[in-house]
């Protein structure tokens, strides 16, 4: 019997390119092959039977990369905190294939600690399994909150032993598959800008058009609508990330996918506070990926892409297109957040603003906690607050001098913003509140207890639960 997986509909787009942006490599063959994770709801996305895939079906594919040749190592460059490196590349993972879901859409499977290739550098090619875990819970997590982000489809043990500085070693490792539309990052085009490649920057571009932004195909103004379009999906992702209080730790150039969606989840962190400083990685020691950072760190990213697609296009349509970042991050941070508070997205006006100004003063002044504040505004909210202002969100509590007063100045804003909108919207805010705020937010503590039990009992069923309670 074949493998249900291997007759997906696979189609060769970015191998077709030819060999100037990849290279073939093997998968590594690992002592053991222990599924830890399937994703039956990307599996269904992709067009596949859950029913009709055996866990062994799974391991044969996703473990032990059986049945497929064409594997590809792309290579990349980046910008790494501020500095050009030109030794990039996927150095633990290849392009396991493209496939044409039932929605029409191409999606990348991309591997993750699938064994050295030729960008490996020092390195060994692998996952930990924490790292695996992690990675999984991050895009489960900023899927449920709305996030345009990757998904991690699978998920395998591979019972090696590694070394890492970051993790108590030996540590366990593992192989992941992800799904995105797109591995090619702002790095791809900068390898071939530096290479001075025109004509290689052209006929990606042209690709990425033509996969990903299909409806510009046709237009001759296609490049610049597409650069546009890009700027806004990152401006639009990093507000997301904002409004979640996610901090992705490493946004570096080799980190930022040509279609606008997150990827590639390492030291990540949810905010535990409002604390414009936050800073997840704790190699970055001047935060210059910090929480706050992070929308002007994506516009720097966009603008340094500039520089290859020159290449191909007019630099007076680049600058126009990066002129408008800023104030669409702040149209899509500023709807975000009046969603989380129960609002309508479209809701903006002076009142309005000052509302979100005073509602993040107060969580930064407070420094209560960013996701159990809306966690708990969402079980608590009841129609009554719209005429007492003293009941508001009776259970926050701020402990520290003043705590009082700034509640009191919340509740105030809280109130006048019920008032602004009929009694009987009463429903829409409770909705939208249990919408855009989880019970359940992977703070690092969460995280960590989940792991322990993986590492000291090898008990998965906190895992499972966790995903549950971040689905529910
Ligand atoms: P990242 O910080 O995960 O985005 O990775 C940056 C670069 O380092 C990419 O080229 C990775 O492929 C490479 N890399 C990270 N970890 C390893 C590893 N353990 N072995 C080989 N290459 C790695
Ligand atoms: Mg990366």
Known sequence: MSNPILNLNYESAFGNLGDDYSDLV????????????????????????????????????WGRFAGREELLAM??????????????????????????????????????????????????????LKGGVREVLAAEMLE???VRTSQCLSLIETGEGLWRGDEP???????????????????TFERLHYFGRRDLVATLLEHTVETYYPHLMGERDRYTRFYAELVGRVAELCAQWMAAGFCHAVLNTDNMAITGES??????????T????????YFDHGGRYSYMNQPGICRLNLELLQEPLKMAMEKTDLEGAIATYDQQYAFHYRALMM?????????????AREFLRGTLEFLNESQVGYHDFFAQLATEFSPDWRSDASQIFPTVEVLQSGGAEMIGKWRSLYHQALQAFPAD??????????????????????????????????????????IDRIRA
């Open 144 to 146: 449920r909150m709305g």
């Open 263 to 272: 990827f590639d989840y390492g030291p990540f962190a949810f905010i535990p």
């Open 75 to 128: 290579r990349y460059h980046g910008y790494q905190f501020g500095s050009y490196n030109p030794n990039l590349g996927d150095g633990r993972g290849f392009l396991y294939g493209q496939v044409r879901s039932p929605d029409g859409k191409l999606y990348d499977l991309g591997t993750k600690g699938s064994g050295r290739t030729p960008y490996s550098r020092g390195g060994d090619g692998r996952l930990t």
């Open 339 to 351: 969603q989380k508070l129960g609002f309508p997205g479209d809701w903006d006006d002076a009142f």
């Open 26 to 61: 093997a998968a590594e063959e690992f002592p053991k092959t222990i599924l830890r994770w399937r994703n039956d709801r990307v599996l269904t996305k992709l067009g596949g039977d859950p029913n009709a895939v055996t866990d062994e079906d799974w391991i044969n594919a």
């Open 425 to 466: 919207s009463a429903e829409q805010i409770k909705q939208r509140l249990k919408t855009w705020n989880p019970q359940t937010v992977i703070v690092r503590p969460v995280i960590e207890e989940i792991w322990a039990e993986i590492t000291e009992k090898d008990d998965w069923t906190g895992f499972y639960g966790l």
């Open 169 to 187: 070693s030996p540590t366990r490792s593992s192989v992941m598959v992800r799904v995105q539309e797109s591995h090619i990052r702002f790095g």
């Open 274 to 281: 409002f604390d414009p400083k936050f800073t997840a990685a």
